[in-house]
């Protein structure tokens, strides 16, 4: 697991705490928590990441059609 760090400057601490969410966020660690939090069925295990597939899929399809 890699450390995240976010440095206080000038004891701005709104904006650190602002900076270390979205370091988070992209991080993909909320997401990872939400998921253990509960019991998640096969079924759905398959079913979200067909889904999670299909959104990179397209997200990848429209960069190459603008991409031009």
């Not at 976010?6 to 990872?32: H, P, S, T, Y």
């Amino acid at each position: 697991m890699k450390a995240i760090e976010v440095r206080v400057i000038d004891n701005d601490l709104e904006k650190a705490m602002r900076i270390l969410k979205k370091k988070i966020q992209n991080d993909g660690l909320f997401k990872r928590l939400k998921l253990k939090k509960s019991y998640e069925k096969p079924s759905e295990h398959r079913r979200r990441k067909q889904r999670e597939a299909l959104r990179r899929q397209r997200i990848a399809a429209s960069r190459r059609r603008y991409s031009r």
